[in-house]
Structure formats: structure tokens, C-alpha cells
């Protein structure tokens, strides 16, 4: 009997067979270019754009994820940009499995070059031993040892900063200055790497006008406030010297930290309404105009005209609360106060004082 198989014989083509076979496949293609003609242009082709096309302002990425004019009299958006997320793929529709076969893309991250290729496994709790250990390898092919040991600084910045209630553009920023210094400076252990992690947050915070104290970040980050000043230090050094041979404009502007900077995040932890937050930042101002106090920290005489104001209008605020607040201590919240209450007849309007003083 014949012995009959499902293996199909493949024959090999002669020269002149391959060559009608082209030949067939050029007239398809030249056919669908006459048929199509011209195509349009979606992106841009002379790369990412780094400024306004109207107003040549800096961009900043939104909330959304779209590039966004930081001109607040411009304010353009533009939504001609590639999704640069993580990629989620299901493979569960065409079959009745009850499991969900998902595969997470690895997002493209400029910081993480070489671990931007590849896809994260899920697991949960009813994932086999065998998949578990696929998803550990696949963790561990993924990603090179140095860019292991940056993505987790960067899970830090971030679990920190976020649990503070920072913005993403900080965050970002952060994580940038901090591959900036890893870079240069390889060798950070123990406590002394940790108090670079929050000299980056420290940095980002001074450029993106939201200053942080020492202290605070030494809140944040769990650290004695010595090791937190000398990290804060440490990190503007290192970028002094990796930015020395750089033009001016191409150098990192670190904004002066001015009292009116921790006005409006003081006040919002104590309650205070709106129209004595903007007293207090009116105060601020003047106080910074005229020099009437400059023997003292921009967070201290932010403390001190925040108390004066409860002071004045008679608000159920303690002096322990604006120290618990702004960890000034309360003989540097008093010294500030009597400073500014010598100045209280130009620094308060005659209609606040009608308002809120009883006497």
C-alpha cells in the first residue's frame, strides 16, 4: 500500500521561475503607488521637537502625555507625538481559557536605553513555579546590571516624591539630574547615596520654582538632616562641575528660594483661607522687595509672616502648629514675628485690619 503523508515536497525553482516571480511582485508594487499616490506626512521628520513652533518657549510633558507650550499666553498643545507607554497585548480572545495571557511592553524610556526592548510577564497569586521563574529570567535578560541598579534609584525617587504628593515634573526631573550624576560619579553607598537621591528631588524642586528644604527632604527620605544638607550640596557641586565647560544657556538656572515660595504650601496645611493666603503672599513680596529682613532663611520669615497674620486676624492657629508645619523652631517663628510687627502699618492694607481685627 502506498504510504500516504501530510508533508508537503518542496521543489527547488529554477533562476528563470524566481525571476517571473519578481517580475510579478514589481508590477504589484508600481501598480499600488500609482494607485495611492502622494502620502501625507504625520510626523515630523527632522526628529522630537524641543521648542514652540510659534513661540520658541520650552515644551513640557502634560498630564495627558502631549507636549505642552509652557507659555501661559501661548499654552499650545500638540498631539503629533508617538505613544511612548508601556505596550499591553492580550492573547486570550481566540480561545475559551479562563486565564488571562497578558504581556506588558516595556516602555520606552531615554534614560533606560537598553532596557527599553523586551516585555514584562504578570503573575498572580495562582501562577505556577515554572511561570514564576520564567518571569524572574526574563526580569534578569531584560535589563543590564547598571541600568538594574539606576531603574531601582528611580523606583525610589519615585515612591518618595509620589508618597510627598510631588508633580511627575519634578519626578522626571529628578530622575534626569540623578542619571546626570550616576554617570559622572559612580561610586554612592550607604547613607551617602541616599542623600543624593534627595539631593536630586532638592535640585528638581529649586528649577521647577517648588523649593524643598533639607529638612523636608530629609522627611521625605528618612535621613538625619546632617547627611540630607550635605547631600543637597554635594549634588550642586557635582553639577557645577559636569556643566563648567557648557555655554550660559545651555546651564542649569537654579531659581532663588524666596519666603513666597513656602506661603501657599504652609498655609494649605493649616486651613487657611484663600483671601489670607494671598495676604501672606502680598506680605512676602514686600518683605523680600524691601530687604526688611536679611538675616533670616526664606522658609523662616515665610513662618514668621504666616504667624503674624494668625496673630493679627485672631485665628485659632498655635505658634506649635505653623512649627509643626514648617519646622521652624518657635523662638524663630517669635523673632520673626516681632520683626514684622514693627513693620505692620506698611505691610498690612487698612482694609484687612477693618475686617478681620476686633480691637
Not at 485659632?316 to 509643626?324: G, H, L, M, N, P
Request: proline residues 3%.
Amino acid at each position: 500500500m502506498p504510504k500516504y503523508t501530510s508533508k508537503k515536497n518542496k521543489g527547488n525553482l529554477s533562476s528563470q521561475d524566481k525571476a517571473k516571480l519578481w517580475n510579478v511582485f514589481d508590477l504589484e508594487v508600481s501598480d499600488t503607488k500609482e494607485n495611492t499616490g502622494t502620502l501625507e506626512c504625520i510626523y515630523r521628520e527632522c526628529g522630537d521637537r524641543e521648542q514652540c513652533d510659534q513661540c520658541a518657549a520650552s515644551l513640557a510633558f502634560s498630564d495627558e502625555g502631549f507636549l505642552t507650550c509652557t507659555n501661559s499666553k501661548c499654552g499650545i498643545i500638540y498631539k503629533d507625538t508617538t505613544d511612548q507607554s508601556a505596550e499591553w497585548r492580550y492573547y486570550g480572545a481566540d480561545d475559551n481559557q479562563s486565564g488571562d495571557p497578558t504581556r506588558c511592553g516595556m516602555p520606552i524610556n531615554p534614560l533606560l536605553k537598553e532596557s527599553s526592548y523586551g516585555c514584562k510577564v504578570l503573575c498572580n497569586g495562582n501562577t505556577s513555579y515554572e511561570m514564576r521563574k520564567i518571569r524572574r529570567y526574563t526580569e534578569w535578560q531584560s535589563m543590564p546590571y547598571k541600568e538594574k541598579s539606576q531603574y531601582d534609584e528611580f523606583q525610589i525617587i519615585y515612591t518618595m516624591a509620589h508618597n510627598a504628593g510631588m508633580p511627575k515634573m519634578i519626578i522626571d526631573d529628578a530622575m534626569r539630574y540623578h542619571k546626570k550624576i550616576s554617570e559622572y560619579y559612580q561610586t554612592f553607598r550607604g547613607e551617602n547615596r541616599d542623600s543624593i537621591l534627595g539631593g536630586s528631588i532638592y535640585i528638581s524642586c529649586r528649577i521647577n520654582n517648588n523649593p524643598r528644604t533639607p529638612k523636608e527632604i530629609a522627611s521625605i527620605f528618612h535621613l538625619d538632616v546632617q547627611n540630607a544638607t550635605r547631600g543637597c550640596k554635594n549634588v550642586q557641586q557635582i553639577i557645577n562641575v559636569i556643566e563648567k565647560d557648557m555655554s550660559t544657556e545651555e546651564k542649569t538656572v537654579f531659581n532663588k528660594t524666596t519666603p513666597d515660595d513656602f506661603i501657599e504650601r504652609y498655609c494649605s496645611r493649616l486651613n487657611m483661607n484663600a483671601e489670607l493666603t494671598k495676604l501672606c503672599h502680598f506680605i512676602s513680596i514686600k518683605v523680600e522687595r524691601d530687604g526688611l529682613m536679611p538675616e533670616n532663611t526664606p522658609h523662616s520669615i515665610a513662618a514668621g509672616i504666616i504667624y503674624f497674620i494668625i496673630q493679627l486676624c485672631g485665628l485659632t492657629i498655635s505658634k506649635r502648629d505653623v512649627r509643626a508645619v514648617s519646622e521652624i523652631s518657635e523662638v524663630t517663628i517669635g523673632k520673626c514675628h516681632k520683626k514684622i510687627e514693627k513693620h505692620k502699618d506698611i505691610l498690612v492694607p487698612k482694609a484687612i485690619i477693618s475686617k478681620y481685627c476686633k480691637s
